[in-house]
């Protein structure tokens, strides 16, 4: 008969210390658990759950035991059997019976000398009368004294020598690996990490992951569903039309008011009464186009003591709507950390949200900030992942899917938020994402790259390492899921090797977020946030580790140094206090160059506004007279573009067909005003979310060619005169809803026929008119700009803001070479201001203005005395991992590593990683000692390596394929064999492959125990 042996969970992965590591095997009479142990049925049958025999019948069980292991058979009786334990020669093992009313739990240990893989069989009989029993669970348990999750007997269990100790991976002080499930444990999800966030306080959900050792602690969001919405329709956030704002139709966003604040206090409440360890709102978020709810209206009159206002009429209201909103949601999330700290103050209290960066983009108001200073937060989870990092941005005049580089300012805006408040951080990351429809092949790629951006910064050692796995595992296929798992084993070991090194451009360079970021993107004038990636994504894309910081922080005492040259603009944020600027003044008088760029902004006019009661126009003045340059009244130039209403339509289609058409244009009517056209690409049908999508454009002058290009490409970016959110997603320049892009046509002939001929598809307008005068130029008056950057056409879309150039400044470029500069420098202290009244987000709007932007960075790093450097590569060395990825050429490394991004563990020897393309490796260590274990899928806990055999214990997810990498050296593989870690047989293979061997084997949550025996 084969023997099988049902489910069985071993606490040892990522238990809290305890004395005895703990297995439960359930064989309930008649289930598929109770067959697998069923060794003789005898004179018995299953009736209605309870396995029965009349007098003088019987049957046995028989369950694999460990070594060491003590057991406890506990059973509910009608009669009393007789209950005898035998080894598996036959002998009898002394035990007892323990009697509780109808329960009973026959007790006996692994007698001495019994084996890896022996059984015991318990054999009941009724002898002196017929009996039933039910409810039959084996609890096996083994020795822990020294608490650290791996049981006493490991040596005998992985074949040591005697006296030879394995070498046990140790416990984290603290978790350092999480995931968040609202499900009960299931050994198929049973990740081997630290903690589990469960989204429940019911009871058997929370015990369920505790009884398998993980440290239960309980996330809970701000969103109800239909039912609520429907009864308490004022709650829920809600647009300028009356549209409720909801995800799925079924999750509504909700104004977090007492009434919401009380319920979610009782939430975390009765997750305490169930012995939480930690409590953890997250998403605490008001999209900013809302606030027209009653709910809202009622807390804008308690707050300001005044009728609320529509906060789309003026730039006042949308401020002081944003900012209720942002101490709206600070209430709440404060609310419920205070009651925990007040009800347990052992809880650990943490929070979880998105990056400033993508909360900003996406209009999404939470003061991260003002959460930061709460003093009831301890931990804070930065949510990043798939579903923020491909958001589209735009660089060098394309905005498209940068997974890696959005990614990367996202960490790192986390990470300066956090850095040196002593509170901690953990960044999330997820192997799939929201969006169920994806192929594979974009989880894999994108969860590479989240991946690849998070381990830069070496700082960070605890992780989220998936949320939701239930909908993970299962649903993927087995080779990616042993990616998966081998990344959670990396994890898992990060804690260990806290000194990282980053190979990469010049350090030294920041940029700011701000909570003020998310109070200026909606009505009544939405700030323009392609300027924040104008700041840093240019530097990204080429290498350089530029930081996120945070403005709020700019005054905290050392929060500064480190930096050489900082850039700030004023047009997407704003600073709060005036201590910001001084912070800045003082940081550049120590030797910094400040960069501030921009200087036009509709929030520049905000009336309760700290500079305007001051008499300034906008913080700007205050930060440069704050560096000694006083300057008033600029002048702004440029910013107006013409209305969409001037344009004629030359063609249109709605059919929204994705098949693209060739379309001839005739501009020659459009030309003859004024030698220039600009055609305009919107959405005929905006409500379809298929508009234009243009591959490639063509202009003739007759048979003259006076133009071509495809979408993407540099030479199209040279023609862009305004962006308005339009994206490029590989083969072409799309634009949906309200978006749209205008091409510039300069020096055309007014008398020759003149056709455009563009490849499109989608429901597409296209529109043209004559061309105004060109804006304006910057031309250089500094030699060093000379050359390529010697004169910058800006399109009008973008103001230039001229102050009276300072007493002592130069000037770096003047307005199309005139007397007024744009661009200049003055000293400060023993630094540098490079003042550029550029607005930011032109630094993105072609390729020639992010190489600009580069040489500004460059030129203001190298007054502050750096040596200004870029990188095709991001490279970080934690312990033995590398992670590497590449950006605009390949990137060769030295040396022989396993990939640990292979499903099979490759072996890697000088490998050349692909320009746009990363990748995890571990070193595969010196040619000499002893065989090793190289990598492995899942996480390792201990391991014993001689010359004679190789073994380890490993976790990860029951159902899944497992697999390690072995370098073997000289020596030649005689066997490998797998076991549970009750000892039973599992199946393994194993693949020489030159100096390393590639085993294979079935993970199983409680652990695997894998043997390799050596022959030299």
Known sequence: MIHRVAAVAFLCSCAAARADIQAVVRAAPGTPEEAAVLAAAGASRVEDGARVAARGGGWTYRFTVPPGGRCSLAYAVQGEPTVTVLDKDGRRVPSRVERAGSNRAAVVSAPPGHSLGGTLRFQFRAAAGPVAVRSVALTIRLPDSDGDGVPDAIGTLLGGPAGQRPVVVPRPDKPRTSLQSAGPYDPGVGVPVDAVLVYSTDPATMASWRDRGYAVQTMGGFREGTEHARAHPGEV?????????HIGGNSFYLVPTLSRIEAAQRFYRAAMEQGTTAVCPEEPEYWARAGYSQAFKEEWQARYGSPWQPPHESVDARWRAARLQA?????????????????????????????????????????????????????????????????????????????????YLEYSSLHHLMRGTGKRLTFLMDPVEDDPNRPLEDYQANYRETLLAALLFPEIDSFEVMPWPQRIYGRIPDDYARVVNTVVGVLSDLWRHPRGQVEAGSQGIGTFTSDTMQWQRAEPAPSDFDGFYGLCLPLAARGVPVGVLSLE????????????????????????????????????????TLMVLGGTDAYHAVSDAWWRRAGLQSPVEDLLAQLGLAVRGPRVVGGITPPAESYVVLAEAESGSRV???????????????????????????????????????????????????????????????????????????????????????????????????????????????????GPA??????????????????????????????????????????????????AGQGNVVFAGVAPGFLTASEHASRWMRALARHGFE??????????????????????????????????????????????????????????????????????????????????????????????????????????????LKAAKAFSLTGQSLPVSAAPQGDTVLLRYPNQAEGVLVRAAWSS
């Open 553 to 592: 922080r700019a005054a905290d005492p050392g929060y500064l140094d480190g930096f050489r040259t900082l850039l700030v603009s004023y047009d997407f944020l704003k600073p709060q206090d005036p201590a910001v600027n001084r912070a800045l003044a003082d940081w550049t008088r120590r030797g910094g």
């Open 237 to 245: 956030q809600t647009d300028r039309a009356g549209a409720q704002i």
């Open 327 to 407: 101490w709206l949601e600070r209430r709440i999330v404060e609310a419920i950390l205070e009651d925990a700290r007040a009800r347990r103050p052992g809880v650990v209290r943490m929070a979880a949200l998105h990056s400033p960066v993508t909360y900003a983009h996406w209009a999404i108001v939470s003061p991260h900030h003002e959460i930061l200073r709460l003093p009831a937060l301890q931990e804070l989870i930065g949510q990043v992942w798939t579903g923020t990092a491909r958001t589209a941005v735009r660089n060098a005049g394309v905005r498209a899917e940068r997974t890696f580089e959005l990614g």
């Open 778 to 827: 910057l031309v250089a008056a500094d030699p060093a700009f000379a050359g390529l950057f010697g004169r910058l056409p800006v399109p009008a879309a973008y103001p230039l803001t001229l102050y009276p150039m300072p007493q002592g400044a130069r000037p770096l470029y003047r307005l199309n070479g005139g007397p007024e500069a744009v661009v200049w420098q003055a000293r």
């Open 660 to 774: 693209r058409q060739m379309k001839t244009l005739d501009l020659s009517a459009a030309a003859r005003e004024s030698g220039g056209v600009l055609v305009r690409f919107s959405d005929a049908t905006p409500g379809d979310a298929w508009g234009p999508a243009l591959s490639t454009l063509e202009l003739r002058a007759g048979e003259r060619l006076l133009a071509s290009f495809r979408a993407g490409a540099s030479l199209e970016t040279r023609f862009l005169e305004e962006d308005r959110d339009s994206r490029f997603n590989g083969r072409e320049r799309f634009a949906d809803g309200p978006a749209f892009w205008t091409y510039r046509f300069d020096n055309l002939p007014r008398d020759a026929p003149l056709r455009l001929a563009v490849e499109v598809a989608g429901s597409f307008r296209i529109s043209a008119r004559p061309a105004p005068p060109p």
């Open 863 to 972: 007054l502050a005395g750096g040596t200004y450097r870029e990188r095709s590569a991001f490279l970080v060395r934690r312990g033995p991992y590398v992670a590497v990825r590449a950006l605009h050429r390949p990137h060769a490394l030295e040396g022989r590593f396993v990939d640990l991004l292979s499903p099979t563990l490759e072996v890697l020897e000088d490998p050349e990683i692909a320009a746009r393309s990363g990748a995890l490796l571990v070193e595969l260590g010196p040619e000499r000692g002893t065989p090793r274990v190289a990598a492995a899928s899942g996480r390792i806990r201990a391991r014993l390596e001689t010359s004679e055999s190789t073994a380890f214990l490993v976790f990860a997810p029951s159902r899944t394929g497992g697999m390690a990498r072995l370098w073997a050296g000289r020596r030649r």
